[in-house]
């Protein structure tokens, strides 16, 4: 029964949440054990984690447990998707030392012979492999309207307020991770319980500068049963996506910050040549500007956006932050002028919100434009 050979590989964890599953998880398992058959790099382990489900599923596993040696299971009370990878995770490294940590459904909509191209790509060098059913090759014939649009608007959400705009597939749960790449996420401390954790999860994994790559599935039609998908989860969603964005504002805070300053740089050179130098200040003011204007932009490439791998030389990048530049201004200028002329709002107030409209459209052109992050 056990294959003395698998002692010395590296192990994958396939880890399959369950709740409700009896009809589908002795298959899904099966069919696992086949394909671990097939692999020789890695020995593939199972670990369900079952949430007390109450037809009968743990029963089912353990069966299968006393027949094969190489699946585990853990049993918890149900709190949620996410709280049930967690627990899943936790075990998976402490207890089973994985190498990798695979993400899989029960209910057979997962195909597991992709877990073998998992693998293969683990091997070269990638971090985060992910199963996706929105690019190129993927498709999802199960998916009714209804639930392609909640899927696609969500994506659509995690992308750009999440910083994980290169994904298309941000929901998924077929997934392959290194272990040494989750270890420097604080998952303890991710507070998604349900579904929305598969976001949490990948946020915080790309924001670890993760080597990912998408492959296309086939998202499969649920064996038995119906998904657990839950109104909650949905809502939960809704608010993670805020709770991520204000994770991700630490680049929006030191932007800011550079814009304080270049504020700062612009009234010193204007000061200074007007004062000192005897400039006109028709002539003073834009040289002031263009000065603020290139001081903003070493501050944003050496410090607001170091992190992010750069893809265009730095002469383009410094053409696309003046043409972000020109047009912030005049979004900024045409908000003042319509908020004092038509609306009648206060100027003062008027130049405030002309700012704040400018700086955001500021930071988004070069937070996706000028400094975008490398595709996949
Ligand atoms: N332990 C545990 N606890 N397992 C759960 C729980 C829970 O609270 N809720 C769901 N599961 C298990 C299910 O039994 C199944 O094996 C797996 O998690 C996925 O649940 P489904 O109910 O089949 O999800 P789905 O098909 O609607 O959703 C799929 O797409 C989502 C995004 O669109 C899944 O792949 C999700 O992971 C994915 O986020
Ligand atoms: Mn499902």
Redesign the pocket.
Known sequence: MINQNDNNLPIACIV??????KE?IEKTILKVLEVKKTIQSFNLVILV???NSQDGTSETVNQLMMRHHDIHMIN?E????G??YKRGFSYAQKELNSRLIV?M???G??DPNVIKIFIELAINGKELIIGSRFITGSSTPDFSSW?RLI?LVGNFLVRYLGGVYMIKDC????RCIDVNLLKQCKLDRLSSK??SF?TTLICELMRNDARAIEIPII?NK?EYG????SFYDQIEFLINIARIRFRNSEDFIRYCIVGILGVCVNFMTYFTLTRFTGWAPELASPVAIEISIISNFICHNFWTFIKRRKQEIFINRFFKFHIVAGIAGIINYAFFITLINALIINDLISLFLGIAIGTVFNYAGNSLWTFRKPSL
């Open positions: 399959i949440p369950t709740y409700n599953e589908n984690v079952d949430d918890g149900k709190i949620g998707l709280d049930a993400q459904d029960a209910d909509q997962h639930r899927s929901t998924s749960g077929f349900g579904y598969q998202f649920r119906q998904s657990k998908l």
